[in-house]
C-alpha cells in the first residue's frame, strides 16, 4: 500500500492505507482519533463530519485519496482541552442525551459559525439540517449555536 500525507489537525502525518480508504477509517484505525463517529456509512446522518479546510465534511465517503495537501480538522484538533466556544455551549446549553452524534453536530456548527458568525434560525436549521441526532436535542442544539455565536 501506498504511503499517504496528510495535514490532520495541524500535523503532517503519514498512513499506509488503500487510497480509496474512506477518511473517517484512516483516523479511526491508523491515527487512533476516535472522536469521529462511525454512523450511517452513506454521508446520510453527520455523524463522522470533520473539517476539510475549514468546510464541514462527512469522512465515511471522502476518499483519502482525495484530501491531498487539504487541512483535516477533527474534533480533537477543534481545541486542546474542549474550550473552544461551541464546545462551551454544548455543555452551557446541556445538549448532549447519548452524545453519539455529538461530534458531527459539533463539527457542523463550528463551521457554519465561521461562515456565517450570526445566523438566522433558519440558517441554523438549514446548515444544520443534515445532522441527525436520535435522542431529538434540536432544540437545544440550536440555543448551543446561538450561545456560541455570542461568545465567538
Known sequence: MPVI???????????????????????????NLVGTKYGCGVAQCGTCTIHLNGNAVRSCQLPVSAVGKNAITTIEGLSENGDHPVQKAWIEQDVAQCGYCQTGQIMTATALLKSNPNPTDAQIEASMSGNICRCGTYLRIKEAIKTAAKQM
Open 5 to 31: 500525507s496528510l495535514n490532520v489537525n495541524g500535523k503532517t502525518v503519514s498512513v499506509d492505507a488503500d487510497p480509496a480508504t474512506p477518511v473517517l477509517w484512516v483516523l479511526r484505525e491508523h491515527l
